[in-house]
C-alpha cells in the first residue's frame, strides 16, 4: 500500500517483489497526481520509505493482494486529509473514464486465451464500487449495473458526500475505516484501468 496515494498500492507475494512493483508504476500514477491538482507533491516519488510491516492473508498469498487493515488504515481522519484523499480517488475515477473512453472494445486475450473485454471490465468495476456504497448505507442498484456518464456521476458524488457524513460522526463504513474504503476504491479502479492499457489492441493507451 502507498496510504498518502490512494490507487498506488500495488501488491506481491513477498515485501522485495512489492516494492520492485509499485516503484515500477510510479510513472504510470503521475497522471492521477496532476489530475489531483498533486503533481508538485510527487515531483520526486522514487524515494520509497517502509512505514509498516502488517500481515495479509490467503489473497496475499495467491493473487499479492492484501484485504486486511494496517494501522495507518485505522488513523483519524482530519478533514485536510479527507480533502486530499477524495480528491486522488476522484482523479482516480477519472483517469479510469478517460481509459475506458480510449481503449479497443475488444482486449488482448491471456496466454491461454482468456480475459474479459473492456465492457465487462468496466461493468465489473462499476458494479463493484456501487456494491461497496452499501457499506455507507447507500442503495445499490438491484439488477442493473448504472454505467451511463449521468448515472455513474451521480453515484459517485453520493460515494463521497456519504464518507464526508461518516467521517464528520465518527463512524466506520460498517466495519471498514473510510481511510481504507477509499485506498481500497481507488486501487480496484486503478488495477483495472492499468489493466485495460496494457490489453488495449488499438494503440490509444499511450495517448
Same mark, same amino acid.
Given at each position: 500500500?502507498?496510504?498518502?496515494?490512494?490507487?498506488?498500492?500495488?501488491?506481491?507475494?513477498?515485501?522485495?517483489?512489492?516494492?520492485?512493483?509499485?516503484?515500477?508504476?510510479?510513472?504510470?500514477?503521475?497522471?492521477?497526481? +496532476?489530475?489531483?491538482?498533486?503533481?508538485? +507533491?510527487?515531483?520526486?516519488?522514487?524515494?520509497?520509505?517502509?512505514? +509498516?510491516?502488517?500481515?495479509?492473508?490467503?489473497?496475499?498469498?495467491?493473487?499479492?493482494?492484501?484485504?486486511?487493515?494496517?494501522?495507518?488504515?485505522?488513523?483519524?481522519?482530519?478533514?485536510?486529509?479527507?480533502?486530499?484523499?477524495?480528491?486522488?480517488?476522484?482523479?482516480?475515477?477519472?483517469?479510469?473514464?478517460?481509459?475506458?473512453?480510449?481503449?479497443?472494445?475488444?482486449?488482448?486475450?491471456?496466454?491461454?486465451?482468456?480475459?474479459?473485454?473492456?465492457?465487462?471490465?468496466?461493468?465489473?468495476?462499476?458494479?463493484?464500487?456501487?456494491?461497496?456504497?452499501?457499506?455507507?448505507?447507500?442503495?445499490?442498484?438491484?439488477?442493473?449495473?448504472?454505467?451511463?456518464? +449521468?448515472?455513474?456521476?451521480?453515484?459517485?458524488?453520493?460515494?463521497?458526500?456519504?464518507?464526508?457524513?461518516?467521517?464528520?460522526?465518527?463512524?466506520?463504513?460498517?466495519?471498514?475505516?473510510?481511510?481504507?474504503?477509499?485506498?481500497?476504491?481507488?486501487?480496484?479502479?486503478?488495477?483495472?484501468?492499468?489493466?485495460?492499457?496494457?490489453?488495449?489492441?488499438?494503440?490509444?493507451?499511450?495517448?
Amino acid at each position: 500500500m502507498a496510504p498518502d496515494w490512494p490507487g498506488l498500492e500495488r501488491g506481491a507475494t513477498s515485501p522485495e517483489l512489492a516494492l520492485e512493483r509499485l516503484r515500477a508504476y510510479l510513472p504510470r500514477y503521475r497522471a492521477v497526481a +496532476e489530475r489531483a491538482g498533486r503533481a508538485a +507533491e510527487f515531483a520526486d516519488p522514487f524515494a520509497l520509505r517502509v512505514v +509498516e510491516r502488517y500481515p495479509g492473508n490467503g489473497s496475499t498469498d495467491f493473487w499479492g493482494i492484501s484485504f486486511t487493515f494496517s494501522s495507518q488504515d485505522r488513523q483519524p481522519l482530519s478533514g485536510g486529509d479527507l480533502e486530499r484523499q477524495l480528491g486522488l480517488m476522484r482523479a482516480c475515477w477519472d483517469f479510469f473514464d478517460d481509459v475506458r473512453r480510449r481503449v479497443s472494445a475488444e482486449m488482448r486475450k491471456g496466454p491461454r486465451g482468456g480475459g474479459r473485454d473492456r465492457d465487462r471490465i468496466v461493468r465489473h468495476v462499476l458494479g463493484t464500487e456501487q456494491d461497496w456504497a452499501r457499506k455507507l448505507g447507500l442503495p445499490a442498484p438491484r439488477d442493473l449495473v448504472v454505467t451511463d456518464d +449521468e448515472g455513474v456521476s451521480s453515484a459517485r458524488s453520493a460515494y463521497c458526500a456519504r464518507i464526508e457524513a461518516l467521517q464528520a460522526e465518527c463512524r466506520m463504513a460498517r466495519g471498514w475505516p473510510l481511510r481504507y474504503l477509499i485506498r481500497h476504491t481507488a486501487y480496484h479502479t486503478m488495477d483495472h484501468a492499468w489493466e485495460m492499457e496494457d490489453k488495449d489492441l488499438g494503440g490509444a493507451a499511450a495517448e
